[in-house]
């Protein structure tokens, strides 16, 4: 999942978030948990490199419901599980077969859990964004 460290106002969007906590949680403290966990929520979704998309916000419309670290992405999982094909593709090209089998193992594990939680077997699709508990009515195809 996407995650930033990040627990108060962002410092190039500062007034923003700032306004946008006190909307929401009724302060813009950051030693204020519910606008502590929005700022973290805000940073994550900058640091995804998809910023304010809709797909982060429980309600679908409304930058004050972000959850993004709350998600699990199937596309960034699927990019994962690749790198991690790739990289044991090259250390055994290298001869390197225990950097190799941990990657192997690594993605079928990733694989395995993408499965699991993002596959919707009536539909034949990734539901996506899914959290643990929920999946949406946004699809990946497999």
Do not use: C
Request: charged share 25%; glycine share 6%; no cysteine.
């Amino acid at each position: 999942r996407y995650w930033a460290d990040w627990y108060q106002p962002r410092p190039e969007s500062y007034r923003e978030d700032s306004e946008l906590a006190r909307n929401v949680t009724g302060t813009s403290s950051p030693t204020n948990s519910a606008a502590a966990q929005l700022y973290h929520e805000l940073s994550s979704g900058a640091e995804s490199g998809w910023d304010y998309s809709s797909r982060w916000f429980a309600d679908g419309k409304t930058l004050g419901t972000i959850r993004t670290s709350q998600i699990i992405p199937a596309d960034l999982n699927g990019w994962l599980y690749q790198m991690e094909r790739n990289i044991a593709w090259a250390a055994n090209l290298t001869g390197d077969g225990a950097t190799s089998d941990r990657f192997n193992k690594a993605a079928a594990a990733r694989k395995e859990a993408m499965d699991r939680l993002l596959w919707d077997n009536t539909t034949g699709v990734y539901r996506y964004p899914a959290t643990q508990v929920e999946h949406s009515n946004a699809v990946l195809l497999k």
